[in-house]
């Protein structure tokens, strides 16, 4: 399964991005799908996950700013990033964890996409 993110820029401080992901391959099913980031010198932090169902998980450091949503017809995942800081700046990362078509399991993860936030 292989996992396709793009959106990731430059913004100002206070602006907006959205990013966007989308898992193709012999899937079955995808239980969860979300975003984790990863800033120089520190490790790889979940920001927010989402079930086939729509229960969300979001990182305390994101909650009221951010928002996750997936099309699951489309197998695509999104994240809407508002009132974004320069502490946002990391690499995003999307990953998908489910089943394939031979109902092996998987866990699969996106190339990245930079997000910075400067003035």
């Known amino acids: 399964v292989q996992l396709q993110a793009s959106g990731g820029g430059l913004v100002q401080p206070g602006g907006s991005l959205r990013l966007s992901c989308a898992a193709s391959?012999?899937?079955?099913?995808?239980?969860?799908m979300g975003w984790y980031r990863q800033a120089p010198g520190n490790q790889r932090e979940l920001v927010a996950t989402i079930t086939t169902g729509g229960s969300t998980n979001d990182a305390d450091s994101v909650k009221g700013r951010f928002t996750i949503s997936r099309d699951n017809a489309k197998n695509t995942v999104y994240l809407q990033m508002n009132s974004l800081k320069p502490e946002d700046t990391a690499v995003y990362y999307c990953?998908?964890?489910?089943?394939?078509?031979?109902?092996?399991?998987?866990?699969?993860w996106g190339q990245g996409t930079l997000v910075t936030v400067s003035s």
């Open positions: 391959g012999i899937i079955r099913s995808i239980n969860t």
């Open positions: 990953n998908a964890r489910g089943t394939n078509l031979i109902g092996i399991p998987f866990n699969s």
